[in-house]
């Protein structure tokens, strides 16, 4: 019977935690805790107990956990059931009574180079709650037995994104075809363990999973969110978080909204004051802010080592003030407007007849292309009010002749839909109705959707009538709205097979602090990444309600802010299990679990919430 240890280990030194671990396989041996942690750790678990209500159908006489060391009394059940994964896998088959416990012996086995990688990221998130080693070892090695086993394998039919993951009381095996595969079977994976496992520190907890098997891959390709930097700027910090926050959730791409009237956020070599002039100010008067060119290449790079691909977004010919304030000669007028910290939209655009902009476009564009080894460029192309239709029609031709010239496939927002088609293009079709013959034409003719409806996508609107921030223009979205609709069949005239995916756009003209992202993104993110990921034959309400609920404690966990929506039965929970969390006037301290939450808290700043590391 394995122990469970009483009280968890100091943390591990980060800089060790981080990465693929180096450490001679079966080296376990960490510092000896102070009594502090001790009773850290005890008081974490009661916290957690309390935090993580007994599943629904699941009897509250389960015995206590373990609280010694090795005996022969039962090991207690899974609090977590295999079918509570957000987004809900393809397939899951539960086995009763064949639950793992991950015990601190257990070690990371890989098959496969590539797996490695994985490897090293799946031990950076288990081992700060649990303060278990977790050495990465060989799965040729025979010790340590019982762990988790890592397998890419070609041959898996599992599809480029698809796993499959079997719990049994000797272990836990992922398997997959692709390193992208194992990464989300081991979102899964970790989805699986008890709540307590966010908690930037130690928690003695009983590490159980559920017995069984999920055979797991996605509906749509393309599965996304969009954070507007342009309006608000983010740092860097920032950014990595929401990537660890999209990873969660299976999603797969970052739009970034680089540029608009408020700010230009991307140094552009050839056009410097794009960013130093372009990129002083923002919404409200703030000083703004741009990412260098590497902060960019690391946005990407930590994007990539999570399976996701960076979106850029140069919004064009319109949303340009902050590009004609530091270039004046692109104006129509040839004269730079002063800066704009307003949020009007539609007033500005680049002169369409001026060869200059095209020099410009073209600069941009190509700098943007080079350091982007994803394959799209979003060229925007909305609500360029003052641009003539014919105008505006040539503009958007050539600069879409422009990205094909990089090599990059063009993603305009569906205003580019009259234009003439260029191979392989993709519209993001923001509509709040479901008829768009313009878009359905455009699609006839080749191109494909990305679908963001205004009304069920957008989550820079308001939850409810009195959420603190956010936009109503496309009415409230709740959780219900967010998840009720079908990517597949929502637009009218255009076949599922024309749809690459969805994604969720959080433009930030209110939002201005990284609490405040999480707050309009959590929980109505998960409910996008579901329709994105989940066939749609798992699409159920009452269902999706019930398996978010648990997510609720896991966010706490990790110091995210989020909205308590009344829609959602969180389970109930008393004050926070780390002392970190204590710090952070979240949800927590709220004394009604199931009142709507409409304060938002303060920022997470990194004092009390953790920035993402390097690797995790
Ligand atoms: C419309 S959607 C915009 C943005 C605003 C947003 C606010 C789109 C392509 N353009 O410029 O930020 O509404 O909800």
């Given at each position: 019977m394995p122990a469970v240890p009483t009280a968890a280990p100091e943390p591990l030194d980060p800089s060790r935690a981080a990465g693929v671990d180096e450490r001679e396989p079966g080296h376990h041996a960490l510092p000896v805790h102070e009594p502090a942690a001790a009773e850290l750790a005890r008081a974490a678990t009661r916290a957690a107990d309390d935090l993580l209500a007994p599943?629904?159908?699941?009897?509250?006489?389960?015995?206590?956990?373990?609280?010694g060391a090795a005996d022969d009394r039962p090991v207690p059940p899974a609090r977590v059931r295999l079918g509570d994964v957000v987004p809900a896998p393809e397939r899951v088959t539960p086995v009763p009574g064949a639950d793992f416990v991950l015990t601190p012996d257990a070690a990371i086995r890989v098959s496969g180079d590539d797996a490695r990688a994985v490897a090293g990221q799946l031990a950076a998130l288990l081992r700060p709650a649990t303060g278990y080693p977790l050495p990465v070892t060989d799965a040729t090695r025979p010790e340590p037995a019982g762990g988790i086993t890592l397998t890419l394998a070609a041959s898996a039919d599992h599809g480029p994104e698809g796993y499959r993951l079997d719990v049994t009381p000797d272990g836990v095996r992922i398997e997959a075809a692709t390193p992208a595969g194992l990464f989300h079977g081991v979102q899964t994976l970790r989805q699986l363990l008890p709540a307590t496992i966010e908690s930037p520190l130690p928690v003695a907890e009983h590490w159980a999973l559920p017995g069984g098997s999920i055979t797991d891959r996605p509906r749509f390709s393309y599965r996304g969110a969009m954070l507007d930097v342009a309006r608000h700027f983010f740092g860097v910090p920032d950014v990595l978080r929401v990537i660890d926050h999209l990873a969660r959730y299976k999603l797969n791409h970052l739009h970034l909204h680089l540029?608009?009237?408020?700010g230009w956020r991307i140094a552009i070599d050839s056009w410097p004051r794009l960013a130093e002039v372009g990129g002083a100010v923002e919404v409200g008067g703030g000083p703004g802010g741009h990412y260098t060119r590497d902060d960019y290449r690391r946005i990407v790079a930590y994007a990539a080592e999570r399976h996701v691909t960076v979106v850029p977004e140069i919004d064009l010919p319109g949303h340009t003030n902050a590009a004609l304030t530091a270039y004046g000669e692109l104006a129509p007028d040839g004269v730079a407007p002063p800066p704009?910290?307003?949020?009007?939209?539609?007033?500005?655009?680049?002169?369409?007849?001026?060869?200059?902009?095209?020099?410009?476009?073209?600069?941009?564009l190509g700098e943007i292309a080079a350091l982007t080894p994803g394959p799209w460029l979003h060229i925007g192309g909305d609500?360029?009010?003052?641009?003539?239709?014919?105008?505006?029609?040539?503009?958007?031709?050539?600069?879409q002749r422009v990205v094909a010239a990089t090599g990059k496939t063009v993603v305009g927002w569906h205003q580019i839909a009259p234009v003439a088609h260029a191979e392989g293009r993709v519209l993001q079709w923001w509509g709040t109705k479901g008829e768009d013959p313009v878009t359905a034409d455009a699609v006839h003719r080749g191109a494909r959707l990305v679908l963001s409806p205004g009304n069920h996508a957008y989550l820079?609107?308001?939850?409810?009538?009195?959420?603190?921030?956010?936009?109503?223009?496309?009415?409230?979205?709740?959780?219900?709205r967010?998840?009720?609709?079908?990517p597949g069949t929502h637009v009218a005239g255009v076949p599922a097979d024309a749809v690459l995916g969805v994604e969720a756009p959080l433009w930030t003209e209110s939002v201005t602090s990284r609490a405040e992202v999480e707050f309009m993104l959590f929980p109505r993110l998960p409910a996008i990444a579901e329709l994105g990921w989940s066939p749609r034959a798992t699409h159920d309400w009452a269902g999706f309600r019930d398996r978010l609920a648990g997510h609720g404690p896991r966010w706490a966990a990790a110091g995210m802010a989020f909205h308590r929506s009344p829609e959602i039965p969180w389970p109930a929970e008393r004050p926070t299990p780390t002392k970190r969390q204590a710090a952070i006037p979240?949800?927590?301290?709220?004394?009604?679990?199931?009142?709507?939450?409409?304060?938002?808290?303060?920022?997470?700043g990194p004092e009390e919430a953790p920035a993402p590391g390097p690797s995790a």
């Open positions: 599943p629904s159908g699941a009897s509250d006489d389960r015995p206590a956990p373990p609280s540029t608009d009237d408020q704009y910290t307003g949020t009007e939209v539609g007033f500005s655009y680049v002169d369409p007849t001026n060869e200059r902009t095209y020099e410009f476009v073209a600069d941009v609500e360029a009010f003052k641009v003539r239709p014919d105008a505006y029609a040539a503009f958007v031709e050539r600069t820079d609107m308001k939850y409810a009538p009195d959420t603190p921030i956010g936009h109503d223009w496309a009415g409230m979205i709740d959780v219900r967010a998840y009720d609709w079908d979240t949800q927590a301290d709220h004394p009604t679990p199931s009142a709507p939450q409409t304060a938002i808290p303060t920022q997470t």
